[in-house]
């Protein structure tokens, strides 16, 4: 069984909304404004590509990725690996990325039973929160802000479900402040 790993940038108080250029969003680009960039915070972003043998994207994330990511030097592990799209509604992956589409989250799971290395999922807050609740999760890796910024998505969602216990796999305190936490789902 493949392992499927959700990796978020989060706020203190648990946004995950754009924390790129998203125009849409009054906090856009909030993990490049008022946190002193700190290059050991991102090593395991660096790692992810390494380890991750496929990537798995929302429908929306994927539409503002495969435009940007296939030019993008720092990219170039996603790139060379499969991708895949959960979506219901998207009729063709873009060209210039290509992406293989699961219309389900049954899909999702077959995919996980399936050979190979760990999945890894970029942005996709609303496939996060579906993969979360329907317990197909294995391990969170979160870089935590120190912001504070009130409204905006977040990455779990609240719908009634059973309590479900993390433990952390690895944590580490930056020198800019930024956490990082790795949880396993403990099951």
């Not at 991750?52 to 994927?62: E, K, Q």
């Not at 912001?147 to 905006?152: A, D, K, S």
Request: glycine share 8%; net charge negative.
């Amino acid at each position: 069984m493949r392992t499927l790993i959700v990796s978020t940038f989060v706020s203190a108080d648990g946004v995950a909304q754009a924390p790129g250029d998203d125009a849409s969003y009054r906090n856009a680009g909030w993990t490049f404004r008022g946190v002193e960039f700190d290059p050991a915070a991102y090593e395991l972003k660096g790692r992810e590509q390494e380890e991750a043998s496929a990537v798995l994207l929302g429908r929306t994330s994927y539409e503002l990725f495969a435009p940007v990511w296939p030019s993008m030097d720092e990219f170039a592990g996603y790139n060379a690996m499969p991708r895949y799209v959960v979506s219901t509604t998207l009729e063709d992956d873009d060209e210039r990325w290509p992406a293989t589409v699961l219309r389900s989250l049954d899909d999702v799971a077959e995919l996980k039973r399936g050979d190979g290395g760990p999945i890894i999922v970029h942005g996709s807050l609303e496939l996060a929160r579906a993969l979360a609740d329907a317990d197909l999760v294995d391990r969170y890796h979160l870089l935590i802000f120190p912001l504070l910024l009130g409204e905006g998505a977040r990455l779990f969602s609240d719908s009634a479900h059973a309590t479900v216990t993390l433990t952390v796999a690895e944590h580490e305190v930056y020198g800019n402040g930024v956490q990082k936490l790795v949880y396993d789902v403990k099951r």
